[in-house]
């Protein structure tokens, strides 16, 4: 929401605080030492409890071999596995807090926590090697080579009487200091900046450098600006990359202010800065205090899950997928089993490029506000925080200037994912998008608000309302359904009870990988009725594959959405003129959607799904490939509002029934996904087993049933149901639901 709130702290509160060493282990917060006030300074160690907003003030055994770290400002506090690191800092040697004489510190201690909460003590390592000088406001972080695997913490600049901008090595596993030879222009001489870990990278922001050229002191007092400068040290290499220089001009207020003292954060591949203070000189009040909030993102995101359907109609889908953080919005796309022509006759659109500023190392920069403005758009809606439906622009990077008009859009390339040839030539021909490699830097508008809101997670609750997350593509009927090519299996009627003998118990549904050549043709399976025994089972007759040319296996855009969910009826169809320079290029511009046609969805037609993530690098690969069937006219919708009630030795399911019925309900049928040697050969081809079948719109599961679950770990552990209705027709698509599982409490299921 980028809302800031105030929360309703509890426990052991610190006092206020500047320059002390802070680090966050899951959901717990530690902060160490500070000064309180001029002169005086803290080696108070204070736990927050974030789930519940608790504080409580620690106090960790001393060192067996020697004192416990004295107070201090202007230390590094870094956390590796279960312990934290302090080095350095600044001291005060008088005991009168009106009486400051400095001390810079360079000693070295280790905290052990406990885990989940609580401190073991403080401990002072063996190192071996020449220690870093001594100094405060500089920066440490930790960083793990995966193919390696020794952790190394890396020290940079800060303060000893004068800025320093030396690197330091720590090997935690033997203790040993180094200093590790660079390459790369360094940076210059800098305290109180920010350095941070996002992959293989440390990227440095900002801080207080030598206000004249070549980083010497031009006076006597020693004059130093902010800067907003910007490098990355890669790890692996050990280069240094420049991405802002200190003299870049910056007329357009693109990137972030000169600051010192702010403060950043790495949330997976996006680096957040906050706030810091400007000034040209120590004087205090020359200075301003930023109250800006900015965003990096370094990387494309990652893909997202398999697209899930929520509800199908003869003619639409509400549809969802799983959250990728810290993104723009989603392009979502759909291939149908039959050829879509194109529109002849519509001028293929280009779009100009974004204006950017490039900085030093070639990385693109731009300036954005977190809101994403909406455009004259196709009826296509998707829930929005605001409480209002609105279907974001096609713009790949949403590049803005500051009064907020946009300024163009970029061309970002199609994803790289293992698949064919052929497959990834489609991929290019459906978006035609250039990749932006570099990062890309934004502000985001905040808000603040006064109330702060309890953050749970779904697991094994006494009682809940399930959103349904997806349905099952087919039409069931009492004669035919439509199944995946395999056998259609029935089960003995004494499986717990829960087969009924008229129609088949098992079916199985699957989604393909993208990397499928060939167009899916769903066969229909015959099921006879009357009786069932332990050893029938009706095969369906396997129809081969269609092979679809190259030039049918289209990809069409349905939009770019701001959040992880849409309702889709429409999509858009590319002039000829486009999919002739497509077939061609990979440079060929996005079109503009408010200048294309848009074709509707057929009733009782096979729609194959993809989503892929999009931030301010360019879209990321695309999610594994899902297959949706509308419905076909006079059946029924899917079953709506499931709820699971949990009691001691079962589970009541409830539904409310079809928002459209198309005529009278007959019965329905509840089905559970269950283990099968199947499920091994293939995870993502679920098994299911009817376990209830009739008027109601409620059933108990009991728990033999519930012992022969499977619990599907796409996602979050989950047990999965779907329900479906049946009128004089058959049956019509079923909702599926998924049943969170707490692991800890449920390992039996």
């Known amino acids: 929401t980028n809302q800031w709130f105030l929360p309703a702290v509890r426990g052991d509160i610190p006092p206020g605080c500047a320059a002390h060493g802070f680090v966050c282990d899951g959901t717990r917060i530690l902060v160490f030492g500070g000064m309180v006030e001029y002169g005086r300074y803290s080696n108070d160690l204070y736990e927050l409890q974030a789930s519940r907003w608790l504080w409580k003030k620690v106090k960790p055994q001393a060192p067996s071999n020697g004192s416990p770290p004295c107070p201090r400002l202007g230390h590094s506090f870094s956390l590796y596995g279960n312990k934290c690191y302090l080095f350095g800092g600044l001291a005060n040697e008088s005991e009168d807090s009106n009486n400051n004489v400095p001390r810079y510190l360079n000693d070295f201690y280790e905290l052990e926590l406990q885990h989940g909460s609580g401190v073991v003590g403080w401990s002072i390592p063996v190192t071996k090697g020449i220690l870093p000088s001594p100094r405060e406001s500089h920066t440490a972080i930790v960083y793990c080579r995966k193919d390696v695997g020794s952790p190394k913490m890396y020290i940079f600049g800060g303060m000893c009487g004068c800025r320093l901008n030396d690197l330091w090595e720590l090997d935690i596993e033997t203790m040993t200091w180094s200093r590790p030879e660079t390459k790369g222009t360094v940076p210059l001489p800098r305290s109180l900046h920010t350095a941070n870990v996002i992959g293989?990278?440390?990227?440095?922001?900002g801080g207080w450098v030598p206000q004249s050229a070549g980083g010497e002191i031009s006076a006597p007092d020693g004059e130093w600006k902010c800067t907003g400068s910007f490098s990355y040290l890669n790890l692996d290499t050990t280069e240094w990359i420049g991405l802002i220089s200190d003299c870049q001009e910056d007329k357009s207020n693109l990137l972030p202010g000169p600051r010192a003292g702010h403060c950043a954060v790495a949330v997976g591949t996006r680096l957040y800065i906050w706030s810091g203070r400007d000034g040209y000189r120590k004087a205090w009040n020359n200075q301003v205090c930023c109250k800006d909030l900015?965003?990096?993102?370094t990387e494309r995101p990652l893909a997202p899950s398999q697209v899930q359907l929520i509800r199908a109609t003869t003619n639409s889908f509400q549809l969802k997928w799983d959250e990728v953080p810290t993104v723009e919005g989603y392009l979502l796309q759909l291939h149908a089993d039959s050829p879509v022509p194109p529109v002849a006759g519509i001028p293929g659109t280009g779009v100009p490029e974004t204006s950017v500023l490039s900085s030093q190392g070639g990385c693109s920069l731009h300036q954005s506000p977190q809101s994403l403005p909406s455009v004259p758009y196709p009826e296509t809606k998707v829930d929005h925080p605001s409480q209002t439906n609105n279907l974001i622009p096609n713009n790949v990077q949403v590049s803005l200037s500051s009064n907020s008009k946009v300024e163009g859009k970029e061309k970002v390339a199609a994803p790289e994912n293992k698949v064919t040839q052929e497959t990834m030539k489609n991929h290019t021909?459906?978006?035609?998008?250039?990749?932006?490699?570099?990062?890309?830097?934004?502000?985001?508008?905040?808000?603040?608000?006064?109330?702060?809101?309890?953050v749970g997670e779904l697991h094994d609750l006494d009682k809940q309302t399930v959103n349904p997350d997806a349905s099952v593509s087919s039409t069931v009927s009492s004669t035919q359904t439509m199944v995946t090519q395999q056998a259609v299996k029935t089960e003995s009627s004494s499986t717990n009870g829960a087969v009924v003998k008229d129609e088949t118990s098992l079916t199985t549904?699957?989604?393909?990988?993208e990397a499928a050549e060939t167009a899916y043709v769903m066969p229909s399976a015959r099921v006879s009725t009357g009786q069932t025994n332990d050893s029938h089972s009706s095969r369906a007759p396997q129809r081969p594959p269609a092979p679809v040319k190259a030039r049918d296996r289209r990809w069409y855009d349905v939009g770019i959405f701001k959040n992880n969910s849409a309702v889709v009826s429409q999509f858009y169809l590319l002039p000829e003129e486009t999919l002739n320079i497509n077939s061609k290029t990979e440079g060929a511009d996005v079109p503009d959607y408010r200048l294309l046609k848009k074709q509707d969805l057929f009733p009782g037609t096979v729609y194959r799904f993809r989503v892929a993530a999009i931030n301010g690098c360019g879209v990321g690969p695309f999610s594994k490939i899902s297959e949706f069937k509308t419905c076909i006219p006079g059946f029924p919708g899917a079953p709506s509002t499931v709820k699971i009630t949990k009691s001691v030795d079962c589970i009541h399911l409830s539904w409310e029934p079809p928002a459209s019925p198309s005529g009278n309900i007959l019965e329905y049928s509840a089905y559970l996904a269950i283990r099968s040697t199947q499920l091994q050969e293939n995870p993502s081809q679920l098994v299911f087993m009817r376990i209830y079948c009739g008027l109601k719109t409620s059933c108990i599961v009991t728990a033999a049933q519930l012992s022969n679950a499977h619990v599907d770990y796409t996602s979050r552990p989950a047990i999965v149901f779907r329900i479906s209705a049946k009128n004089e027709r058959g049956y019509g698509p079923a909702t599926?639901?998924?049943w969170l599982q707490d692991m800890k409490t449920s390992g039996s299921k």
Do not use: H, I
Request: with cysteine; hydrophobic share 30%; net charge positive.
């Open 509 to 513: 549904f699957n989604s393909k990988s």
């Open 429 to 454: 021909d459906a978006t035609g998008f250039k990749e932006s490699n570099a990062p890309s830097l934004l502000p985001v508008c905040t808000s603040s608000s006064q109330t702060s809101a309890n």
């Open 736 to 738: 599926q639901v998924r």
């Open 294 to 297: 900015w965003y990096l993102d």
């Open 200 to 205: 293989n990278k440390m990227y440095v922001f």
